[in-house]
């Protein structure tokens, strides 16, 4: 299967179209606009104006853009009790932007964070990136993946290569994760940017570049892990 360039050479990946947005925003002009902009995208958005009503409509989403400065509450308190329930992704839109928040949000269980004013061009960009990192996750674990000699136990997170156990960093058993679960199939660098960094920006792609250098060390067999360059990788099986 062909895989559709841009003329920059990256991955063209399809938009995600669909979804059941929950929006929970108390200021109406804003509010309107961004329904606008995600109904002629192809999804279905839905407004609350407060917590209470987030907290009722959030197990229906398929993704939550979430304020932080509502009526009868902090959208902190709604992330929590989102995230004590429901893997749902959330982006928090709000003109809170200063750094402690944002650290906060993130540690509560937020995928993304976008600070007004913005186009609508980034927040579908986020939606998707977000949406997309929340299905890598939820696919279901294959108990072992085996390509050659080298055995990936997704469930107990380790890695054998022959009989010895090779000692992974976190983010390069995320990155081999990802790819385990799509065995011979080309799994684009922003998936892998996406499962491995979430929606922190600094320095990521140069990140997985080192993440992947090592992690190709480690398991030491050349061509196990090849790279289609400008668009991604795949595990040989």
Avoid: C
Avoid at 72 to 94: K, Y
Avoid at 101 to 124: E, H, I, N, W
Avoid at 174 to 192: E, M
């Amino acid at each position: 299967m062909s895989v559709p360039v841009d003329d920059s050479g990256t991955l063209d990946l399809e938009p995600i179209v669909g979804l059941g947005v929950l929006l929970v925003e108390d200021n109406p002009a804003f509010a309107h606009a961004v329904k606008v902009q995600l109904a002629l995208a192809g999804h279905f958005p839905q407004v609350v104006t407060n917590a209470a009503d987030a907290a009722k409509r959030h197990p229906d989403a398929d993704v939550v853009l979430l304020d932080l400065l509502l009526p009868d509450g902090h959208g902190l308190d709604v992330l929590r009790a989102v995230r004590a329930t429901n893997a749902v992704p959330v982006l928090v839109v709000t003109a809170v932007g200063d750094n402690r928040t944002l650290v906060r949000a993130l540690q509560l269980g937020a995928d993304d964070y976008l600070v007004k004013p913005f186009g609508k061009d980034v927040l579908l960009a986020r939606i998707n990136a977000v949406v997309r990192r929340g299905r890598l996750r939820a696919r279901p674990l294959t108990s072992v993946v085996t390509a050659r000699d080298v055995r990936i136990d997704l469930a107990a997170r380790r890695v054998l290569v022959g009989d010895a156990e090779v000692d992974l960093t976190r983010k390069e058993f995320t990155v081999l994760a990802v790819l385990a679960r799509n065995p011979g199939t080309l799994v684009s660098r922003q998936d892998l940017l996406d499962a491995g960094w979430g929606g922190i920006e600094q320095s990521r792609d140069r990140s997985l570049s080192v993440v992947m250098t090592t992690l190709r060390k480690k398991l030491n067999r050349p061509g196990l892990i090849t790279t289609q360059h400008g668009l991604g990788y795949r595990l040989e099986v």
